[in-house]
């Protein structure tokens, strides 16, 4: 899925598709369910896939590669970009380039901005803002559909960060994220 970014200026909302903040491949196990993986795993090993910081899942093959490089979801990624597989680092490091080129710019033209994005992706981009330790990363769930707000200072520190919601729902939406990957 391409994300969206949005920009939201005085003269209307400008969308962006970045595929540098997708979701982080998975490499072999793209698509798969994730209650069967811990099936078929056990449910540390796909703890360990999911949520470590380092740790890449098994490659994708010849085959599934190039198929996945024919979807159209990816057809805005350059050549040679998409990889086989991907750590949270290397989405991480993916989503940190874009910060840099795209979203700082937009923020510093005083814009307010809407970020898109897949649970990873999302993830990396908290890690930096909140200084999140590589270890603790793993334990970081955020709540699918909920916006998160950053206030930011000059030098683009948060000052603060809430969600919007009713603070029980929300609890139930983390609840739900963290519970992905385990055995029904």
Do not use: C
């Amino acid at each position: 899925t391409n994300i969206v970014l949005k920009e939201m200026g005085l003269s209307g909302i400008e969308t962006k598709y970045a595929w540098q903040i997708n979701e982080r491949h998975y490499g072999a196990l793209q698509g798969l369910n994730k209650a069967e993986m811990a099936q078929k795993y056990g449910e540390g090993q796909v703890y360990i896939w999911r949520r470590s910081w380092a740790v890449r899942p098994p490659e994708m093959d010849e085959v599934q590669y190039a198929a996945q490089n024919e979807q159209k979801i990816f057809k805005d990624v350059p050549h040679g970009m998409m990889p086989k597989t991907e750590s949270l680092a290397d989405t991480y490091a993916r989503a940190m380039r874009y910060w840099d080129s795209d979203i700082v710019p937009a923020i510093k033209a005083g814009k307010n901005i809407l970020v898109s994005a897949h649970g990873n992706s999302l993830r990396a981009i908290v890690k930096f803002l909140d200084q999140v330790s590589d270890d603790d990363i793993s334990t970081l769930n955020l709540p699918t559909g909920v916006p998160l707000v950053y206030e930011l200072d000059e030098n683009l520190k948060p000052l603060k960060h809430y969600f919007l919601g009713d603070p029980a729902a929300i609890e139930a939406r983390i609840n739900k994220v963290k519970n992905q990957g385990k055995p029904k």
